[in-house]
């Protein structure tokens, strides 16, 4: 038995949230004497929807949901609810639906567990509590272990030591427990950390397109993160794409619901649909959306803050000075008015200064602290760039940069920063970005190209790794100036991401000019096809008339001796990736080089296939290479190619 004490604490310690507009548009009289017909009458129906192992693809259970008579404006469970409570008939409506669910449920015989909805108060009914309930499961030939109680929010919850003893109450009778709409609210966070629960549900807000929002696809990854850790089984809701399916399975997040998977109904099927299951058996990997600024870029100096309590304007100098002789880490003080308006800066080492002249400390140690302060200090809100603070600090005083700068929000004095600390952040951004995404192009780096080349591998995928690189760029670059450089690596950064699908096919910029792709794509052959084409009608744009008629341009070599120097050109050298070919992103990366040398030594814009057949990591030698035919007038026809 669940201890009565704790029942009670839990019940006082349970509030119902306030009635939302939308309900209370429903309290009407016509309603409230329906309302009593269906409970009176158990006009209820139990529908099912499915929860989806992705693992497992198969079933894991059934989430059980009441609906009103059919055509009634009281269909909607919400609707019912609303009128429970304002009726005082909240946990008796409660206990009719569960007992509905439960019947439905046992009539079905549905494989899995059954997820069943339980307010917080519900938990202490005295139905649920002294046995009525296990006295319902028995007869209907239910387990404990088959229900997993998910507690909803719609109420709240102040003694959460009473529902951790109510709970542990529940499990000894062998319940599990889940929590819904992890995300929506502070509260449920704490009910995470506080209760445990077995199973976790991430609100749909997150899920709906996750596909293509990169914050939001970072909170589901971290909530995925911290469920490892507490080894929770995750369940996605509100899957209603295959993109947002197959984000969330590629994740590796090990459960989903939603109409996409199935719809609830009062006689659910006890398989997934072949749609989805060819969805849990893919041939590619979606690529996850990728934030701008990998490297942090979007730091604000609220990164900088330190908060530092304030001296007042009428403060005095020898209050002050205690302070810097109280804190030797301390090297600016901000002056603030009442009102928490910034007025100046005192620098540590000028007041020490100052003060060490003979009567000088006598002189003006009871003065205002303002006698001895910046009262030009370089102040910014809360919200700008780090970049742009040191934009600001770069063209001030040099006594700027030794007193730092005050941060504000909305005019209101928050902190200070030092620009040691800034500096410090800056070249970090910078080494960071360098590492995960180029500067000039903003495609992702070295890093994140290893790192999708692994999930790759480790998905079993076929994958096409394409590396691209320019011909002759050198001598442009030296003929033409550095500037047109950037622009023609713009250019082909460009026209490779064009010639991708976004949703399947990786574009990476390992540095200069060379490009990485991975690509799922069937199509591969012609939009490399297309991306050569491009290149070269797109190239005469950054290149003299006189040059492109003579199909080069004079220049010299390194011995100073004249040299006739080709048009740039685009080489794609191209491997073809099997599951089980490659044990890692080095070996991978080594042999698509290889290819990349052999598209070079064919003259022009060209696309060279590795052929051979790579046998497994260590498992002997490599055979000969089969190029493609020299590019030609049909080079570029994808026909001709494959």
Excluded at 392 to 420: K, N
Excluded at 551 to 556: H, I, K, T
């Amino acid at each position: 038995m669940i201890s009565g004490t704790a029942l009670e604490r839990l019940l006082l310690s349970t509030h119902s949230a306030p009635v939302q507009a939308d309900e209370a548009s429903w309290l009407t009289q016509d309603n409230l004497r329906e309302f009593f017909d269906i409970y009176q009458r158990r006009k209820l129906d139990a529908v099912f929807q499915p929860i989806l192992d992705l693992r497992s693809h198969s079933y894991l259970a059934y989430e059980g949901l009441i609906r009103g008579p059919a055509g009634s404006p009281l269909h909607a469970p919400q609707i019912l609810f609303a009128l429970a409570r304002e009726t005082g008939l909240a946990t008796a409506f409660e206990r009719l639906c569960r007992e509905v669910v439960l019947e439905a449920f046992a009539r079905l015989q549905l494989p899995g567990r059954l997820f069943m909805n339980v307010s917080v108060s519900c938990l202490a009914d005295q139905s649920f509590s002294n046995g009525e309930t296990q006295r319902l499961l028995d007869r209907l030939g239910l387990t404990t272990q088959q229900i997993v109680i998910e507690l909803t929010e719609n109420q709240h919850v102040s003694d959460f030591s009473a529902l951790r003893d109510v709970l542990a109450g529940y499990r000894k009778l062998g319940y599990e427990f889940a929590i819904d709409d992890l995300g929506e609210g502070f509260s449920n966070l704490r009910i995470w950390s506080e209760v445990r629960p077995e199973f976790v549900k991430i609100d749909r807000h997150f899920i709906s397109g996750i596909s293509d929002d990169a914050l939001k696809f970072q909170l589901v990854k971290a909530m995925h993160e911290i469920s490892d850790t507490c080894h929770v089984h995750l369940i996605a809701e509100g899957i209603e794409t295959e993109a947002e399916f197959a984000t969330v399975r590629d994740l590796g997040i090990g459960c989903g619901q939603g109409f996409l998977i199935a719809r609830p109904a009062a006689a659910p099927a006890t398989e997934p649909p072949a749609n989805v299951r060819a969805l849990l058996k893919p041939s590619s990997v979606i690529m996850f959306p990728r934030a701008d600024g990998a490297g942090g870029g979007n730091a604000t100096a609220r990164k900088l803050l330190v908060a530092v309590a304030p001296v007042l304007p009428q403060d005095v100098n020898e209050t002050v000075f205690a302070r810097f002789e109280r804190d030797p880490e301390l090297v600016t003080l901000p002056v603030v008015s009442a009102l928490g308006q910034p007025v100046g800066l005192i620098n540590r080492y000028s007041l020490v200064d100052r003060f060490a002249l003979p009567f000088r400390r006598e002189l003006y140690g009871k003065k205002p602290c303002t006698t001895f302060m910046n009262p030009q200090p370089i102040v910014v809100d809360h919200s700008i760039s780090v970049q742009e603070i040191g934009q600001l600090l770069g063209h001030s005083a040099h006594h700027h940069l030794l007193d730092g700068f005050i941060v504000t929000e909305q005019g209101r004095y928050l902190g200070v920063g030092s620009c040691q600390a800034l500096m410090s952040l800056l070249t970090d951004m910078q080494i960071r970005a360098a590492r995960y995404a180029n500067p000039l192009t903003q495609l992702p780096g070295n890093v994140p190209i290893n790192e999708h080349i692994e999930r790759l591998l480790d998905s079993g995928v076929a994958f096409t790794a394409c590396y691209c690189d320019l011909d002759h760029f050198k001598p442009y670059n030296d003929t033409y100036g550095y500037r047109k450089g950037d622009q023609m690596i713009q250019l082909l950064g460009g026209i490779l991401t064009a010639s991708c699908d976004t949703r399947l096919d990786f574009v990476g910029h390992i540095g200069g000019d060379d490009f990485m792709l991975l690509l799922q794509s069937r199509d591969w052959q012609a939009r490399m096809t297309q991306a050569l084409r491009s290149f070269d009608d797109s190239r005469a744009d950054f290149i003299a008339a006189a040059h492109l008629q003579s199909g080069g341009y004079p220049g010299e070599d390194r011995r100073g001796q004249p040299v006739f120097h080709a048009l740039p050109a685009l080489s794609i050298g191209s491997l073809v990736v099997e599951a089980g070919m490659f044990g890692s992103h080095h070996e991978v990366a080594a042999a698509v080089s290889e290819a990349k040398k052999q598209a070079k030594k064919t003259p022009g814009s060209s696309l060279f296939v590795e052929r051979r057949q790579f046998p497994p990591p260590d498992a002997g030698d490599a055979i000969m290479l089969s190029p493609l035919p020299p590019p030609s007038a049909t080079a570029y026809d994808a026909t001709a190619l494959a």
